[in-house]
């Protein structure tokens, strides 16, 4: 089955950039999709198609994917931030096979 | 705004049944693939199936194959989780959510989840 692997965890300062890597093999055939989850909460779609945004994320969340590794950065990092990331693919298009991500803890310092 | 209402918390005993549902508050229902997702304490988010309501199309992820049965009401757009017999290890947090209507490669609105206890 396919794997994709992220780091634990991530600190970062206030107004600083973060960068979450997501690597599977040869991932950068695949589109990625990252999920923000908050404490006790839903998770919420900030990138999809590998660097698109959905109306209402800000600017500062973008996203790329080349060879075995996608990332999504957040730039000038608020204290809102601070949050689990799921990077996401669908690995089979015709059994519907998706794929999350480990996770990565965001913490703002 | 398109919005996935699901059902209350519920608490049950090991060997009991459980139908969870996931009311899509939108106009579109048949035409999005519906999702369904586990994340057990703690953990992470599991992919454990979808559903496209349009005609009851289903695919299982193969750890839950067996386990639960997913089903779709489109005259009152809603979706379904269900257990026949629940174990402990059922206990967690299940969501279902949105696929977009383009590729199905997304999840593009979630529900606020259900959380389910399962506890002698």
């Known amino acids: 089955s396919y794997v994709l692997t992220q780091p634990p965890s991530v600190s970062v300062a206030p107004g600083q950039t973060a960068r979450v890597t997501c690597g599977g093999n040869n991932i950068g055939s695949k589109s990625v999709h990252w999920y923000q989850q908050k404490p006790g909460q839903a998770p919420v779609l900030v990138v999809y198609?590998?660097?698109d945004r959905p109306s209402g994320i800000p600017e500062r969340f973008s996203g790329s994917n080349s060879g075995n590794t996608a990332t999504l950065t957040i730039n000038r990092v608020e204290p809102g931030d601070e949050a689990d990331y799921y990077c996401?693919?669908?690995?089979?298009?015709?059994?519907?096979?998706?794929?999350f991500g480990t996770g990565t803890k965001v913490t703002v310092l | 705004e398109v919005q996935l209402v699901q059902s209350g918390a519920e608490v049950k005993k090991p060997g009991e049944s459980l139908k969870i549902s996931c009311k899509d508050s939108g106009n579109d229902f048949i035409r999005h693939w519906i999702a369904w997702v586990r994340q057990m304490p703690g953990k992470g988010l599991e992919w454990m199936g979808s559903?496209?309501?349009?005609?009851?199309?289903?695919r299982y992820s193969p750890s839950f194959q067996g386990q639960v049965t997913m089903s779709a009401d489109k005259s009152i757009s809603t979706a379904y989780l269900q257990w026949s017999s629940l174990k402990a290890s059922d206990t967690a947090m299940y969501y279902c959510?949105?696929?977009?209507?383009?590729?199905?490669?997304?999840?593009?609105?979630w529900g606020k989840g259900t959380t389910v206890t399962v506890s002698s």
């Open positions: 559903i496209y309501p349009g005609d009851s199309d289903t």
């Open positions: 198609g590998d660097s």
């Open positions: 959510a949105r696929l977009d209507y383009l590729h199905a490669s997304h999840m593009d609105v």
């Open positions: 996401q693919v669908l690995n089979s298009t015709s059994d519907h096979r998706y794929v």
